[in-house]
């Protein structure tokens, strides 16, 4: 694993630091002074908190050096007027540094499984780093490039946002390759105003890409598929339902918690088996293979890598417990993913019963979107829950599409929701969990499992 001096990084942000300090080394980076690690670089951010406060107890914990704003103490850092700005430009010469590809995953619905795939895939050929798990902003995504040991042939990073601009900051950072935009919801739309300013800002990340870059889009959405007209990169589509499409699926069939189709892609065609439950899924697959395909993945180990596939934990996990079965969905929620959520609870074997949380930065949408979310409800679940302010809108919805008030239940409460849960939730049910991340449903499910025999 490479590591980095104080005099280098100090000469890639423009800091400055003292001379016997120059040839102090670290490997990676933490803005969290209880989760450093021995010989990494604490960034000391000013926010709502110091973080040159916790300098000290990031020196406890064996933090080689600080990057900070403002001089505390003799101990080996590198001072900068902002640390922030500062983590993203070494992370961008780090990058450069190792000289890896990178491929860039943006979306509104589907990113971390997208992202998780595609480094499955491409982990048949190269040696492969990827995000964490919420890593995908201007702190996460620079710190995971700064982890990264030096022979890292593809990097795999997660590019969030919820404003214009972010993207923009995260690809000239990230240099792509290789972008992926999966597709373009309702997510953050209470800052961007509309899906078009949702595909704006989602298209910054061909800003950062290097020359004779590859973009793949998804060409199932009506406002990817407009950007055809990017001519000065190279251009491919997945898609199931659009016939043009250069990587399709055909022949989907979905059997219980998995799913088989065939990829048609030029001149390969090749089935796929999967171990996982929702037509949601197939574009997440078909971005992976057209990544596959486009990096020299042989077909044999694209599809051999996607056979095993298992989602991350909390993303549609689905399993038996206390004679219930339970989908676990509590990662985050938008329309476009509770849509997809219920189809698959609509499908199981047994009474259906819906626990949805708000849904999150949905602007003037908010209103309008948690009445459809109940619409929908009412056509998939037997029994329905609704946790948060917007609750109630969402029992609307709910009603009007013909579910009994005797079964539509809305609480601000999440003791009160999960005692209700108790009660009316049976042996054999099949309950579903998902809201957004700020929502914490995964209390929720604690809650009703817990003391249970």
């Not at 942000?13 to 002074?33: H, L, M, P, Q, T």
């Not at 938008?334 to 949905?362: I, N, T, W």
Request: proline residues 3%.
């Amino acid at each position: 694993m490479g590591k980095i001096t104080l005099a280098q990084a100090a000469a890639w942000c423009g800091g400055r630091v003292e001379e016997k300090y120059k040839d102090i080394a670290f490997f990676g980076a933490n803005i969290d002074s209880r989760e450093i690690q021995p010989g990494q670089l604490f960034i000391a951010l000013v926010g709502e908190r110091d973080g040159h406060d916790y300098i000290p107890m990031a020196k406890e914990k064996g933090a080689a050096a600080v990057l900070c704003s403002k001089q505390y103490g003799d101990y080996p850092a590198i001072i900068v007027d902002d640390p922030r700005l500062a983590l993203g430009d070494i992370a961008r010469a780090e990058r450069r540094r190792i000289g890896m590809q990178v491929v860039g995953v943006t979306g509104s619905v589907g990113k971390s499984t997208t992202k998780e795939m595609i480094a499955e895939v491409l982990a048949s050929t190269y040696r492969v780093e990827k995000t964490p798990v919420n890593h995908n902003n201007d702190l996460g995504m620079p710190m995971a490039i700064l982890a990264m040991p030096s022979d890292t042939q593809v990097a795999v990073l997660e590019m969030g946002m919820n404003h214009f601009r972010e993207i923009a900051y995260l690809a000239s950072i990230a240099q792509p390759n290789v972008a992926v935009i999966i597709n373009i919801g309702t997510m953050h739309i209470e800052h961007l105003g509309s899906k078009e300013g949702i595909l704006r800002a989602k298209m910054e990340i061909l800003e950062g890409m290097r020359e004779n870059g590859t973009v793949i889009l998804n060409g199932d959405d009506p406002l990817l598929w407009s950007q055809r007209g990017l001519t000065h990169m190279k251009l491919s589509y997945f898609g199931e339902e659009n016939p043009l499409c250069t990587v399709r699926c055909e022949d989907l069939r979905e059997e219980d918690q998995y799913m088989t189709f065939r990829v048609s892609a030029g001149d390969n065609s090749f089935p796929l088996e999967m171990n996982l439950e929702g037509r949601h899924y197939v574009s997440d697959a078909l971005a992976a293979v057209s990544v596959g395909l486009a990096m020299g993945v042989e077909p044999a180990k694209i599809q051999e890598r996607l056979s095993q596939f298992r989602n991350m934990a909390g993303r549609q996990e689905i399993f038996e417990k206390n004679g219930y079965t339970i989908i676990k969905d509590c990662y985050n929620a938008g329309p476009e993913s509770m849509a997809a959520a219920l189809e698959v609870l609509g499908k199981k074997e047994g009474r259906h019963v819906a626990v949805l949380g708000d849904m999150l930065e949905l602007g003037a949408c908010t209103q309008a979107e948690h009445y459809r979310v109940g619409r929908i409800a009412a056509e998939k679940a037997d029994i329905l829950l609704a946790y948060g302010p917007n609750g109630k809108r969402v029992l609307s919805g709910a009603m009007t599409g013909g579910m009994l008030d005797t079964k539509a239940m809305a609480f601000e409460d999440r003791e009160k929701l999960v005692a209700a849960l108790k009660r009316m939730a049976k042996p054999g049910d099949v309950l579903l969990f998902k809201g957004s991340r700020g929502m914490r449903m995964e209390l929720i499910l604690e809650g009703f499992l817990q003391d249970q025999t």
